[in-house]
């Protein structure tokens, strides 16, 4: 097991392993989402309620997924690097955080858009949506604090930190709407219970979803290997590698 | 697992562990403050302050809106099934607004017990439905709440607030 984990923690073997799966990563997140889009936007009922304005779930719901998903990933990963030291971990915690704070972002960006009409205003200070503006700042304090310190060793171990203890939001976010009254509703999609929408309705929000994690993987894949080449730009197999593909 | 890393990640875990206890203390003690709007149970029971804005939130009970024929006033009720509340507004209601809907009304009690509202708030459930299944279970005698709760926990919030108060 210990020796696994030190394997696919070594940059060269994660490089060749992760290059191999990219492709894959690629064609199934921009396969599903295509056809999600397409499928949600176009060909979905509209709601007997909301008329149109309800697909904007098909956005909303896939980023705020992605938005809480990608923050535990970063979490583990510094957990990973702070206890067992594995570079590559730090490396895919460093690439990930961007890409979560775009999605947070998103799903508060896509949830004012449709609260505006059906609940009437675009803000309000409920516990879901102030839980999920603390995830957007939590997600801006690790890009900064990393970037924050003369060594890159210093700011990785800072905002390992962060992401570990802010990862304690993310219960918080998921369970708000349980614990508390908040204006936004309870979850309209889980893999775990029985749909709250038709098939015709949740099909294409599935398809959605999980393009959306093809997507993040695909893009972590990615940006682990460039810092990758970036950071072990002096290595032997990195030398060989840029000699031989030029 | 080398002892080293080992009491590593027990430092790390059990300083998580302590980190979550605390910030659940705190949402606990604050829990009251973290609730967007009273119930009717909780206004009834005198638990909101009078004069001061304040957040109501419950389900508009069924021929309870009456409009001014002249003007924008309106008055309805909001239930949680125990107890009702007479909320009073003058202004255009969100498009989602209707009997049996959830609302949140940001207004001021006044001393006999009527909220005057400066907003009026829609809350929709986490049931989606196209509008010809919803037509066709009102042909059928039923209506889309029905078969939302036909799923067991999925009634809507406003709804199970007294329940929830406690």
């Known amino acids: 097991m210990w020796a696994f984990i030190h394997k696919v923690g070594s940059p060269k073997w994660f490089y060749a392993i992760s290059g191999r799966l990219l492709p894959w990563c690629w064609i199934l997140a921009v396969g599903l989402i295509l056809v999600g889009s397409l499928w949600g936007l176009a060909f979905a009922p509209a709601d007997y309620q909301q008329g149109d304005s309800f697909r904007i779930i098909y956005v909303h719901v896939p980023a705020a997924f992605l938005a809480q998903s990608i923050f535990v990933s970063m979490a583990v990963a510094a957990l990973v690097f702070m206890v067992w030291k594995i570079k590559v971990a730090d490396m895919a915690a460093a690439v990930m955080a961007p890409l979560g704070a775009v999605m947070t972002f998103v799903a508060l960006f896509t949830g004012s858009v449709w609260g505006m009409p059906t609940w009437g205003t675009w803000w309000i200070w409920d516990a879901r949506l102030t839980s999920m503006l603390i995830l957007l700042f939590l997600y801006l304090g690790v890009i900064a604090l990393r970037g924050a310190f003369a060594s890159r060793d210093s700011g990785s171990r800072a905002a390992s930190v962060l992401a570990m203890v802010g990862v304690i939001n993310i219960p918080v976010i998921k369970y708000s709407v349980d614990w508390w009254y908040t204006l936004h509703q309870k979850a309209s999609f889980s893999i775990t219970s029985r749909p709250s929408m038709p098939v015709e309705m949740w099909w294409p929000l599935l398809l959605m979803v999980v393009g959306f994690y093809a997507f993040f993987i695909a893009m972590t894949l990615m940006r682990t290997r460039s810092e990758i080449l970036r950071r072990e730009a002096g290595k032997h197999w990195v030398r060989e590698l840029a000699a031989g593909g030029a | ?166």
């Open chain 2, 1 to 166: 697992m080398h002892p080293k890393r080992k009491q590593k990640l027990f430092i790390i875990l059990g300083l998580m562990t302590l980190a979550a206890l605390a910030i659940g203390l705190t949402l606990y003690a604050l829990r009251s403050n973290i609730n967007l709007f009273f119930s009717p149970v909780q206004v009834a029971a005198g638990e909101a302050p009078v004069n001061r804005t304040l957040r109501a939130g419950g389900m508009v009970k069924e021929n309870s809106v009456a409009r001014d024929a002249d003007s924008l006033d309106v008055t309805f009720v909001i239930t949680d099934y125990v107890e009702d509340l007479e909320v009073r507004y003058s202004g255009i209601l969100p498009d989602l607004f209707r009997e049996g809907q959830g609302v949140v009304v940001v207004g001021k009690l006044d001393g006999e017990g009527h909220l005057m509202a400066s907003e009026v708030l829609a809350k929709h459930d986490e049931n989606y439905m196209p509008r010809e299944v919803a037509d066709a279970l009102k042909a059928a005698g039923y209506s889309p709440a029905d078969y939302s709760s036909a799923g067991g926990d999925s009634a809507p919030k406003a709804g199970s607030a007294s329940d929830a108060a406690y």
